[in-house]
């Protein structure tokens, strides 16, 4: 029979029968039962049974026959111990015959037995005891503690097989996915086994060990999960299953253990075409083409960062490249690590998950939360040694996990720029995607999915632009209220329902404030268009305010650059106050509105960048500076003023292009880079002719 050891391993390893039979053999031996010392069906009296009872027990026990001693030969036949039956078919797989076990056992023989689960340590030690026996080899392994593997346990190990190679005498190194092989010992010479995983024949071999065994073998075969699932199952998972199945019974079973959730997410539905979308389809294909064997696993990028707003989807997103790609999916997440305790345990619980992924590979790794590891280059100093551990500790475990095949990584973090740069380097993470806010589009596909055959599409059409500002996690979690809703109501499935568990108040009650947001966006989008500053990506608006999603163009960091920054994030304001004659308070609040980054880069050019009044000089703390100098005070405030009124000059020259983009965005909610292009185009076309984007330098309110 074939076992196939590794996902993606061209040479399969044939098992030869009797090769097994013999190490089951040598189970059964040591399970066989001692001679019975009391008839089978007899029961022995307790001492502590209540002496009221012995009236009653008497009488019955005297009219019940004894029955004869039974001899040992007639002893019931040995059971054999589940996961120690699967172990030894798991090491008959691997090992594959006694004349394989020759070299092995040869002078100055070294061994690596690898892709071990830290669980199964205890169980292949005692197989190798009880089914080859006698090897003369000297058997090593990593103390465990509470299912896990210390780091000082693991340092202890590798200092044991160090010592190891001072004799000649051959050695076994059991090697768990937790630990990565030391790089002297990845050589010729150095023999090196992949403990065999579940299989379809370990599993026939456990059957008929235990006479259990299908009438239909190959009807058992088809109904099983392809290998490369098969293989995700670890001792315990497939104990269990056969614990309560057999034959096309066991398959099913198994195959529901195994197979990807059918109400989860996948790319394939309910999901728009935007970029971080189709990378993460083209990342799906690339992995799905190396499992078939058309690409190597350095000819594609198997690690994808996900960042942006809470609650955008990333987790959504990387469940459905598991689903679509049919493989594990494996979670971590660096607050789950850290609840373990100390940082020890950090660490510990940290190397587990990489290991399961290792384990059930291929498989997906999605680490949540990156960003609450930190940087070893901020200023923050405190518990630096800490946080410089823990990145260390990080990044061991994705160089190895990188030079491994069959783990595709996904992170998801809230802010990218707080990882340390090594983090987020290609190497460590190849791709970069921010998962926005959902515009219209991407409700819409998930409405469709969940809806397309209770609503009319115009009906969700309308729905996805009312929703535009609600999380896909909130749309999904409020279809689903609706149902349970409708259900225990009894009433038909309705939108306003919907509607209701979104919040969504009528449009016609806030227009008037989802049109002022549409204005405001316009402006910023209309100026960005007039000065090139880079390419807009999306804009939308919601109850909750607006947003313009760009790319800048890398420039040369020259003043007229940043004053162009200046008037872009001005321009909200100079758009509200054109058309409505005064401005609201929605350019400013948060640390990255626009009217704190405009005054930061105001600040910067007087303070820290050498391009103000004040020449080339820095000044440490620049915000505290503000707070404190009159004069940096008004220097700041005029430069700012400036770019507004600027804005406000670009924006009257556009003034129909920026109404029109208005009206448009008011009536679709968001909007995607080739919908917008035909008002970057007109804008520019017009901008064109005027000196909008190099504007005079030598006037102005900061001549001084």
Known sequence: MTLILEPNDPTPFTVAPSFAEVLVS???????????????????????????????????????????????????????????????????????????????????????????????????????????????????????????ISKTSAERFLREIDRSLDTMAPVLILLPFEIALPAHLQQPGVASFTYAPISADILLGFLEAIDRAPEDAGAFRSALPEPTILARLDTAQAAAALRFGSGLDLAQRLEALTGPNPDGPRLEEGFSDSPVVQAARRVVADFGAWRRGEIGWSDFSHSLLLYGPPWTGKTMLARAMGNSAGIAFVTGSFAEWQAAGHLGDMLREMRRTFAGARRKAPAILFIDEIDAMGSRTGDDRHNQNYRAQVINGFLGEMNAIAIEPGVVVVGACNHVDRIDPAVVRAGRFDLKFEVPMPDADAILAVLRQHLKVDFPADDLQLLARQAVGHSLASI??????????????????????????????????????????????????????????????????????????????????????????????????????????????????SLASDLSQATRRALMIETTWGLGNLGPIWMPAPETVLLTDEHLRNRVRARMEAAEERALAILTTHRANLISLAETLLEKRSMREAEILPWVHAVQAHAAQADEVNPDHDKGPLET
């Open 476 to 589: 999904d979690a409020a279809i689903r209220a609706t149902r349970s809703e409708a259900r225990h109501t009894g009433q038909p499935l309705d939108l306003a329902m919907l509607r209701d568990q979104l919040r969504l108040t009528p449009e016609e009650e806030d227009r008037d404030v989802l049109w002022r947001y549409a204005v405001h966006e316009a402006g910023h989008t209309v100026v960005s268009a007039a000065l090139r500053l880079g390419t807009i990506h999306r804009m939308s608006i919601s109850r909750d305010g607006g947003q313009v999603a760009s790319q800048p163009v890398i420039g040369h960091g020259v003043l007229t650059e940043i004053e162009n920054q200046i008037c872009h994030d001005m321009a909200g304001r100079a758009a509200e106050a054109m058309i409505f004659g005064e401005v609201s308070a929605g350019a400013g609040g």
């Open 26 to 148: 040598r189970l059964r031996a040591s399970c066989k039962p001692k001679a019975a010392l009391y008839p089978s069906q007899a029961k022995v009296p307790d001492s502590s049974v209540d002496t009221d009872l012995e009236d009653d027990l008497l009488p019955e026990m005297e009219r019940t026959e004894a029955a004869p001693m039974e001899p040992a030969s007639a002893a019931p036949p040995a059971t054999l111990p589940t996961r120690r039956l699967l172990t030894i078919l798991r090491l008959a797989a691997t090992f594959v015959s006694e004349e394989a076990l020759e070299p092995l056992r040869l002078r100055g023989a070294v061994t690596i037995l690898r892709g071990i689960d830290v669980r199964d340590l205890p169980l292949i030690m005692e197989g190798l005891k009880t089914a080859l026996p006698d090897q003369g080899w000297r058997v090593l392994e990593p103390s465990v503690s509470e299912g896990a």
